[in-house]
């Protein structure tokens, strides 16, 4: 079965802080990454996403894969207390494959 | 560019009710269409998933259903509501085909009570 890990937090960073969040997957056939902002009562909304080893950079964010050690990471640079959110990790395989595993998320806090 | 709209955004239904939740997107053609529902607290629970009209596939068996009468309309129902239906329902779609490199993205929801 195929799995993916997230710590579940909270993670608490003061503003201006980097955040850094991790997930971790079982499917070494795996070959794209998502990474989804999901604030309190409302829908994931996608943020990142990354397919190749290596780091991929947006703005404040930094995507970080790793497919050897099979994790995928998320860097959250000068953090503001609007990231407040939790983090969704998303992966999916290759093959033909049309459903996403997704991990439970982290809880972000960003104290002033 | 693609939106999707999901409604109602919130109700509030007695136990043994119908339930009918409606998804439409719109910018593209024969989308990857899904149903998820969220419980409070944890974590997204894929319902059902669609590749083409008529065609739904179901993850998780129980009194709730799932139609594609158009390309980009899909429905989640139920004849009788439980307590236990509850959540957060999500809609997402995706680009069709196999194509892996193709996020999910998300309906605003639909936040049901059932009481």
């Known amino acids: 079965q195929k799995e993916v890990e997230q710590n579940s937090g909270p993670l608490s960073v003061p503003e201006g802080a980097i955040a850094s969040l991790n997930c971790t997957y079982s499917?070494?056939?795996?070959?794209?990454f998502f990474w989804y902002r999901q604030y309190s009562g409302k829908s994931p909304e996608l943020i990142m996403f990354i397919y190749s080893n290596g780091d991929k950079e947006d703005g404040r964010f930094t995507a970080q894969l790793n497919k050897a050690s099979q994790y995928v990471s998320l860097l959250i640079r000068d953090s503001q207390p609007s990231d407040s959110a939790t983090y969704l990790c998303?992966?999916?395989?290759?093959?033909?494959?049309?459903?996403?595993?997704f991990g439970r998320g982290t809880s972000l806090i960003v104290h002033p | 560019s693609q939106t999707i709209h999901q409604w109602p955004a919130t109700l509030v239904q007695p136990v043994g009710s119908p339930l009918s939740l409606e998804c439409t997107v719109e910018g593209t053609s024969n989308p990857n269409l899904y149903w998820y529902r969220q419980a409070a607290g944890r974590g997204l629970q894929l319902l059902f998933y669609?590749?083409?009209?008529?065609?739904i596939s179901s993850e998780v068996p129980q009194n709730l259903s799932a139609s594609r009468p158009q390309d980009r309309q899909f429905i989640l129902s139920s004849k009788k509501l439980l307590l236990s239906d509850s959540g957060f329902y999500l809609c997402?779609?995706?680009?069709?085909?196999?194509?892996?490199?193709?996020?999910?993205?998300f309906g605003n929801g639909t936040r049901l009570t059932v009481t």
């Open positions: 998303a992966v999916m395989e290759s093959g033909g494959s049309y459903i996403p595993t």
């Open positions: 669609s590749v083409g009209i008529g065609q």
């Open positions: 997402a779609w995706s680009y069709g085909g196999p194509n892996y490199n193709s996020p999910l993205h």
């Open positions: 499917d070494r056939g795996s070959q794209s």
